[in-house]
């Protein structure tokens, strides 16, 4: 599933299944047509948070998003006069988006000289696969989003930019992806894993060069996106699995995947497919689907809307009325701590550790379920809760959302906390 569209692993495998065997050219001088993505609206996206501001003049500047993960450069002569630049947060409605979408104001704005939009990646490094067709999308005013591409890349720096002269809604994506790119399977389970294609190639394009010039809102190079198509057969080279399990091929850009009949806790598989790479760029380009196999107890945690990483969870012990889960040896990168008070139901955040709290340590930063407006103000706990759906038969289930977890040395800083977990209780 992508980043923040839990529900898209059923809409996308249903319209491969529907669309198999229609919209993909055979070889170069087919008779067959370049497949064709229509374009699908979405709605607009709503806040996930306060936004952040600067006002940029003529001389130019620059600002980056509270959480880090988008920066805006304004060259030198872009604006004539002083201009509150904005960044804000929002839920992300392009299907093939990846992690938060940002709305960056004026809304519509129009510069005088392309500005630079560098969005990181680093969060998502394990699931994006084919960096060479990673890039920016933006939404149009007909609710359509329009992948772009990208202008460069900061491979030790984890970005991608993309200069443009218009403010919008805008978002990570990837062109190209297999589906899902990331599953929780149990011992013996199977999943079908599809190459999609989430915006069209035009006859002369290729997936491996930069977009070409077209037509359309403002002018920029770029294709609708909407709901994928089987990426070409003439991509694909070779599929791979890496890990327990087996794969059998269904067509040429479908395969099944098996999980292996048992496992003790949970073991990983990767499902790669290897594409063809051109003469002019040569190397090894690679599709990847990572699998979790779940024969235990575990918690998948995702940050500030990330990617969700999984990892073994030791079984729940109760003290008295409190209920409490980690992980025994900072599986995920760091150490982990749920607890909540009493059983099933809905267990709002609060400021002890002995009530409902968690919080998620790591060598860089320390990530609580509670935080602070300033340096010198009182904590306030986090708004959210823990959803506990299950306390019996020997396990425990629900899921967690710490909307305003605070961290850094202060917990003056932001992010979410999400995820959900499967443990054994303690005997």
Not at 46 to 75: E, H, L, M, N, R
Not at 330 to 352: A, C, K, N, R, V
């Amino acid at each position: 599933m992508r980043s923040g569209h839990p529900l898209l692993i059923s809409l996308v495998l249903s319209v491969s299944i529907l669309t198999m065997g229609t919209g993909c050219k055979k070889e170069k001088g087919d008779d067959e047509k370049a497949p064709i993505v229509q374009g699908l609206a979405t709605p607009v996206g709503t806040s996930k948070g306060q936004g952040v501001t600067k006002q940029i003049g003529a001389a130019g500047g620059s600002i980056t998003s509270a959480d880090q993960k988008i920066t805006i450069s304004v060259p030198a002569g872009a604006v004539s006069g002083n201009t509150t630049i904005g960044i804000e947060p929002i839920t992300n409605t392009n299907i093939a988006g990846i992690g938060t979408a940002y709305r960056l104001t004026p809304h519509g704005q129009h510069f005088d000289k392309p500005v630079s939009i560098t969005f990181s990646w680093a969060a998502h490094a394990d699931t994006i696969g084919l960096l060479q067709t990673l890039g920016l999308a933006y939404q149009m005013d007909n609710g359509i989003w329009k992948f772009v591409g990208s202008n460069s890349f900061d491979k030790g720096n984890q970005t991608v930019t993309f200069n443009t002269t218009h403010f919008s809604d805008w978002s990570l994506m990837n062109e190209v992806s297999l589906a899902p790119y990331h599953a929780d399977l149990n011992p013996g389970e199977k999943q079908t894993i599809a190459a999609l294609l989430f915006s069209s190639v035009d006859e002369d394009d290729d997936l491996f060069i930069p977009l070409k010039s077209t037509t359309g809102m403002y002018d920029e190079p770029g294709y609708p996106v909407g709901n994928p198509v089987p990426l070409p057969n003439e991509y694909v080279k070779q599929w791979h699995l890496n890990g327990p399990g087996s794969l059998a091929t269904i067509r040429p850009t479908v395969v099944e995947y098996t999980a292996p009949g048992s496992a003790n806790n949970y073991a990983t598989a990767a499902v790669s497919l290897e594409l063809k790479a051109p003469d002019e760029y040569p190397g090894q380009y690679l599709l990847v689907s990572n699998i979790n196999i779940i024969g235990g107890s575990f918690v998948e945690l995702s940050i500030g809307g990330a990617t969700p990483v999984t990892f073994p969870a030791t079984p729940v012990v109760k003290n008295g009325n409190q209920y409490m889960l980690a992980n025994p040896q900072d599986e995920g990168g760091g150490y982990f701590l749920l607890t909540w008070i009493d059983g099933i139901g809905i267990h709002p955040f609060g400021l002890s550790t002995t009530g409902t709290y968690m919080h998620f340590i790591t060598p860089q930063n320390s990530y609580t379920s509670m935080y602070r407006t300033r340096a010198d103000a009182e904590l306030t706990p986090s708004g959210g809760s823990v959803n506990v759906t299950k306390v019996s038969d020997g396990w425990a289930e629900g899921t967690f959302n710490a909307t305003d977890a605070g961290y850094g040395p202060m917990l003056t800083s932001k992010t979410s906390l999400m995820g959900r977990f499967k443990v054994k209780l303690a005997q």
